[in-house]
Nanobody, 117 residues
């Protein structure tokens, strides 16, 4: 079983920065894809960014140029550096791991990000 734990959320003013971290433990295979999603009440979960074990990265248009995803394969961690934050970035942010070997998806419990003055 895989466990994912997010941290780093909080309250920040518009234009500010936050860095989210996701630590994985358990039976994590080296070949996997890690993603960040976010969700606000009453809306569907929205994909934010992806990074593969090989370092291929993609971003949603809404965060491109402001957010940076990175990972440490040795430590099984994935980070999301968020700069120039906007009120519309306010959401519960989730870490996701997809293992292509087991065809399994794993989710963390989420960390709240609130952008407000």
């Amino acid at each position: 079983q895989v466990q994912l734990v997010e941290s780093g959320g909080g309250l920040v003013q518009p234009g500010g920065s936050l860095r989210l971290s996701c630590a994985g433990s358990g039976s994590i295979f080296r070949i996997n894809i890690m993603r960040w999603y976010r969700q606000t009440p009453g809306k569907q979960r929205e994909w934010v960014a992806t990074i593969t074990n090989g370092g291929v990265i993609n971003y949603a248009d809404s965060v491109k140029g402001r957010f940076t995803i990175s990972r440490d394969n040795a430590k099984n961690t994935v980070d999301l550096q968020m700069n120039s934050l906007k009120p519309e970035d306010t959401a519960l942010y989730y870490c996701n791991l997809y293992s292509s070997i087991t065809n399994s998806n794993y989710w963390g419990q989420g960390t709240q990000v609130t952008v407000s003055s």
